[in-house]
């Protein structure tokens, strides 16, 4: 089975800074797959936030985070980072990770469709207080 955790989350003030962390398990070394983070505000929908392929290690980020956020992966610890800087309020939400399998050749314009991702870890709450 995939397994996922994410964890990090907490209460900071804006400009501040935060580093979300998914540790995962039960992929092997072959295997092709997408480690993405989600939020989720209330009463907002799910927000693809960054997404990250393990093999080629290409990243993906919406566009409302660009230049702030920035994920990695450590394949020695199996677990995919997401450095938060320079947080404004209006990125308080509950974080989630999720993973899916990749395919060979995959469409980078699907990484943000929640929709096809089949392992999802518990959230962590993130807020940003003004």
């Known amino acids: 089975d995939v397994q996922l955790q994410a964890s990090g989350g907490g209460l900071v003030q804006a400009g501040g800074s935060l580093r979300l962390s998914c540790a995962f398990s039960?992929?092997?070394?072959?295997?092709?797959?997408?480690i993405a983070w989600f939020r989720q505000a209330p009463g907002k929908e799910r927000e693809g936030v960054s997404c990250i392929w393990s093999r080629d290690h290409s990243t993906f980020y919406t566009d409302s985070v660009e230049g702030r956020f920035t994920i990695s992966t450590d394949n020695t610890k199996n677990t995919v980072n997401l450095q938060m800087d320079s947080l404004k309020p209006e990125d308080s939400a509950v974080y989630y990770c999720?993973?899916?399998?990749?395919?060979?050749?995959?469409?980078?314009?699907?990484?943000?469709?929640?929709?096809?991702?089949?392992?999802w870890g518990q959230g962590t709450q993130v807020t940003v207080s003004s």
């Open positions: 999720a993973a899916r399998m990749l395919e060979r050749f995959p469409r980078r314009s699907r990484w943000r469709m929640d929709s096809t991702y089949d392992y």
């Open positions: 039960g992929f092997t070394e072959d295997d092709y797959y997408a």
